[in-house]
């Protein structure tokens, strides 16, 4: 697992959209911008354990990186799981996050919503 601190990244905003990206700012992979998809947590029973399962698209790729070397490497998919473990651990820590899927800024029914304010 990689070493993933506030500065190893930073939320960016996507034009057009809802959405924020993450920008990458420290490492080989600096400059590159993605946006996480659906995010889960599979429970492997065998292990005892559960995986972090995530999709992403890239949206903005520099040199010497290219979209097709990065969609297929291990060790960039990685580096993107431990920048969002770092955003789940982070959330919880200073109570700010949302569980479950959000209709016009309303949790749906069945899931769990906790935001925090100090």
């Known amino acids: 697992m990689s070493t993933i601190t506030d500065k190893t990244y930073a939320l960016v905003e996507k034009a057009g959209s809802w959405e924020y990206g993450i920008k990458i700012l420290e490492g080989q992979y600096a400059g590159i911008i993605y946006t996480y998809g659906t995010v889960k947590l599979v429970e492997e029973k065998e292990n005892d354990c559960a995986k972090l399962q995530f999709t992403y698209a890239l949206n903005e790729v520099c040199a010497p990186h290219n979209e097709a070397e990065l969609k297929t490497s291990d060790t960039f ?20 996050y949302r569980i479950g899927t959000f209709t ?7 899931n769990s919503s906790k935001n925090h304010s100090r």
């Open 77 to 96: 998919r990685n580096f993107l799981g431990d920048i969002l473990t770092h955003i789940i651990d982070t959330s919880f820590q200073n109570k700010k």
């Open 104 to 110: 016009n800024g309303k949790p749906s029914r069945h």
